[in-house]
């Protein structure tokens, strides 16, 4: 079933959870959702970001991609049910305040579009396995999202960086 299907009712069932007892807990099943997505991205994040520190961006997609493979149902359900933007919402506001205590100053791209960038591409590529009828491997996809989401921005911003340090300034788009 896809979110806009699901009830309250059906929720209620299948958690075994009393009708009056989710409404303590929630208003809406939207504020369940945002629950569920807030708690699940946080887990992503709190996964990949010491990884990613560590400059080692194939062990950190890597990471990425074993949790939401281990949790494939879950995911499955939040991505391609009708939840992708809550999801994505979540990260993104997630990722913004992290990026937020990171950014070198000038850098460029400005690090909030390369936050949606990165946080997009990898939303839209998980939805995209998550789907797929032969999906790939863990590897074959954490192998797309840190060649074609995460080295792209890395590099940008290394570059960025050398150009500030030897005092160069980037090329405006026109």
Known sequence: KVLEQITIRDICAVADVGYTTFFRHHATKESLLNDVAAEQIGRLVG????????????TASIALCTYVDEHRKLWSTLLTGGAAGAMRDEFLRLSRQIAATRAQPGAWPPP???????????????SWWLRDRKPLTIE??????????????VNTARITVGRAARGTRHTKLR
Not at 112 to 126: G, Q
Not at 140 to 152: G, K, L, M, S
Request: charged residues 20%; negative net charge.
């Open 140 to 153: 074959q996809v954490a192998e797309i999202h840190e060649r074609v989401v995460i080295t792209p921005a």
């Open 47 to 58: 996964l990949t970001l010491p990884v990613a520190d560590t400059s080692d961006t194939r």
């Open 112 to 126: 909030d579009i390369a936050t949606i960038l990165v946080v997009s591409s990898t939303i839209e590529l998980l």
